[in-house]
């Protein structure tokens, strides 16, 4: 079966991918499930050419797939994503989206499909190592909403003593950016959006890493009003257990390894208390 990337179009034309038998196209289907998506965020999701692709953008196609399900994908800024999904605005969300215990209290998560680590990236000249780049008077970018501003305010600015400004930004781009012409000291995001900005020529790298082992998952509105949670499960373990999941994260990263899915999930995330949904075998006692 041939698989369409969804067309970036405005809000009211969003591209839909219709699942049927034997063939997928585009078309204006009746209620599809709409997937709100940070198309600013690779390799997890971002637009190229007027199409959206990514990890997130090609996994959640094949989960459809799958299922049998009707989705059209809608761009939002990160800190938008969230309360739009808290409050059914969107129905799915997928992007590489961290699990937390504060998340977990608005919305409910699928099983996790990668695990991650923090980096701090500085520009490619400095001489900062992972501690002086995150003190000392430095201005650190992160996203708006995004569990490294947590980690952070959690950790260094409300924790301490030490002399650091955030500066918060829509997308993880922009910073980077701004990092490379002198606005701000360092950047803290995931280890593979990190790695992502460096492949693609960016004239940073890694200062060094914040080791947390999050968990990413997809998300779902709080108790699943669309009871969709059970069908995105067994389509994660699906593309994972057919070699699929392997092929689309290998096309964004090549040669990194795949963590097995399912990976480990905290304690507080309800929907990882076994029977998990569609997935009755896995959970947390």
């Known amino acids: 079966m041939k698989k369409l990337k969804a067309s970036l179009l405005p809000a009211t034309l969003l591209s839909t991918m219709v699942i049927g038998s034997g063939f997928a196209t585009t078309t204006y289907a009746q209620d599809p499930y709409t997937v709100g998506v940070e198309a600013s965020f690779p390799p997890w999701a971002y637009v190229e050419g007027g199409e959206f692709k990514g990890i997130a953008i090609d996994a959640m196609e094949a989960i459809a797939e799958e299922a049998g399900m009707q989705i059209e994908f809608r761009d939002m800024p990160f800190p938008s994503l969230i309360p739009a999904l808290a409050a059914e605005k969107i129905d799915i969300l997928a992007t590489g989206l961290t699990v937390t215990e504060e998340r977990s209290e608005n919305i409910d998560f699928t099983i996790p499909w990668w695990e991650t680590n923090d980096v701090v990236l500085v520009p490619e000249d400095s001489d900062h190592n992972v501690f002086t780049a995150v003190c000392c008077g430095a201005r650190i970018g992160v996203q708006g909403g995004s569990s490294q501003q947590a980690w952070m305010e959690e950790n260094v600015v409300n924790s301490s003593d030490i002399d650091v400004e955030l500066a ?115 959970g947390n006692e």
């Open 168 to 282: 918060k930004y829509d997308n993880y781009v922009t910073a980077v950016d701004d990092m490379a012409i002198g606005r701000i000291s360092s950047v803290i995001v995931d280890d593979t959006s990190a790695q992502e900005y460096i492949n693609s020529g960016k004239p940073v790298k890694m200062a060094g890493k914040i080791y947390i082992r999050a968990p990413l998952a997809l998300a779902v509105s709080k108790d699943d009003p669309q009871e969709i949670l059970g069908d995105l499960n067994q389509g994660i373990m699906a593309i994972y257990d057919s070699g699929e999941w392997g092929e689309i994260v290998n096309e964004y990263i090549p040669g990194v390894t795949v963590p097995a899915i399912p990976g480990h999930m905290p304690d507080f995330v309800d929907t990882y208390q076994k029977p998990v949904a569609g997935l009755p075998e896995l």
